[in-house]
């Protein structure tokens, strides 16, 4: 039985190896049936998980197949029908708002009906155009058979299913990053020059990724700095490290400086005092990307909105010490929760004394993309 202990991508695939009787449609029948249960959330928590199955399949599926002319027969026909279409049909066995029924947590801009609404649809794949590599990327896709959209200059949008390495040279190429994620450093990107003050000798930006991940935003810094930053990487996994060491080499950074360190710890030493630039894409709930992870929704629990807020809090005041006076700071969640985003936001301001610059939430639910919020703030001098 799934407990939440992992993803259920990982518990699924694991459940597969052990049991070795089902086929490769009956496996993806499973796991199809699985991830729509969760993407109801808190909904029907009264009815059966059979009526639930049943109900949870055909809003979210799309197409027709044997098991929904047999288990739903009654909404065969309307398997393809619009969302809102399907959803007033059901109204009187289900209301969207009860797939996540905490509206008053959410950040502002967020509606409740939008983000319930998005629990029901799969995201789409997104990748973004390295600036070297547009040209050549554009004709692989006009050659291509793929059906795809260009969403704006670098970024194009593909069915999930997609296999991108199929086309392209990941990282090298393109980036595997979804919409929003491609969006966080817009603020620094349109305003470069007047953030940061060059020498003639052209001396880099010393810019620090202090929680660095998968280094997705660093190659997005690198690639709107170029050969302005001197970029420095930190994580608490060394193993993310060593991703990252093999990523950058693919993406072309030769370039930057890395550490390792568990910085809600204040103890920790980065290799300079003072940087101007400090990216702080912080650990969260990651409820801006629960329409991927839908497992997430069903077990919700609001004792973790504070447990991530008191480690964002304990993270932003260490980092921030060693942001250089005239500096900037950009914060950056996938979250949805206020007490992540505007509350920490309003902390980094009043108790940090960072002036405000920017700050919005990029929504997802349009482009179907993750929901991030981002706040960019500068240390004045003293």
Known sequence: MYKGDQPF?????????????????????????????????????????????????????????DFVEKIIPEWYEKI?????????????????????????ILSLGVTAESYCMSMLVQPQLFLRIRPQCRITTLKKLEKSKWAYQLINQNCIRLPVATNAED???????????????????????????????????????????????????????FDILKHKTDLTISDIRPGIIMNLHQRFKKAGVKQYNYFIADI?????????????????????????????TPEQVYLFSLEEIKKYSDIQKRIVTNV??????????VYITCSVFKEENET?????????????????????FDNKADTMFVAVFKKEAA
């Not at 980065?270 to 969260?284: E, G, K, T, V």
């Open 9 to 65: 991508a990982i518990f699924i695939k694991n459940f597969f190896s052990k049991e070795k009787k089902y086929g490769s449609k009956d496996r993806k029948q499973i796991t199809a049936l699985c991830y729509n249960y969760f993407r109801l959330g808190f909904a029907m928590g009264n009815c059966s998980p059979e009526q639930k199955i049943k109900l949870a399949t055909f809003l979210c599926e799309k197409e027709s197949s």
């Open 80 to 104: 393809d029908w619009p969302l809102n279409k399907k959803l007033a049909l059901v109204k009187d066995q289900f209301l969207v708002n009860e797939i996540f029924p905490f509206s008053a």
């Open 167 to 221: 086309l392209f040279i990941i990282d090298k190429e393109v980036v595997v990053q979804d919409y929003n994620s491609q969006q966080v450093l817009n603020y620094i990107s349109l305003n470069e020059t007047t953030l940061f003050s060059y020498t003639e000798d052209k001396k880099p930006i010393s810019s620090w990724d202090c929680c660095a991940g998968s280094g997705g935003k660093s190659i997005l810094l």
């Open 264 to 292: 809600v710890n204040s103890a920790f030493s980065p290799p300079a005092s003072n940087y101007p630039l400090i990216i702080c894409d912080a650990p969260c709930t990651g409820s801006g990307t629960w329409s991927r």
């Open 320 to 329: 921030v010490s060693h942001l250089k006076e005239g500096g900037i700071f």
């Open 344 to 364: 920490i936001a309003g902390f980094i301001k009043d108790t940090l004394h960072l002036n405000v610059l920017h700050q919005e939430i990029l929504k997802g």
